[in-house]
Each structure stands twice: as structure tokens, then as C-alpha cells.
């Protein structure tokens, strides 16, 4: 076996923790989080500027 996966062999098949205190996050609310964001303002129409630019 791999001796990466055997350090991890004990824990490997346990079941994940529910926490006490906090309820599970709606799945809606959990897509959000991950979903995808503007880092940076402005970039996309800079970007169209320029595409336009170099079409004509």
C-alpha cells in the first residue's frame, strides 16, 4: 500500500462529525458560498473594450 495512505488508514472510514450546536447548512446557502465571485471589478468590460479595439 501507498505509505501516504497509510498514515490515514485509522480514520479513513469513520463517519463524518455533526456538530451539537449548529444545524447543517441548507444546500442553497452551501452553493453560495462556493459559487463564483468578481475579484476583480471592472475586468470583464475592459476586456470587451479591448476585443473591440482590436477589431476594428
Known sequence: MNDD?????DIL???HPKSKKHPPM????RAAQFSPFAAVTGHE????EIVEQQEE
Do not use: G, V, W
Open 26 to 29: 441548507p444546500m442553497d446557502h
Open 45 to 48: 468590460e475592459k476586456l470587451e
Open 13 to 15: 472510514n469513520r463517519p
Open 5 to 9: 495512505i497509510t498514515a490515514y488508514l
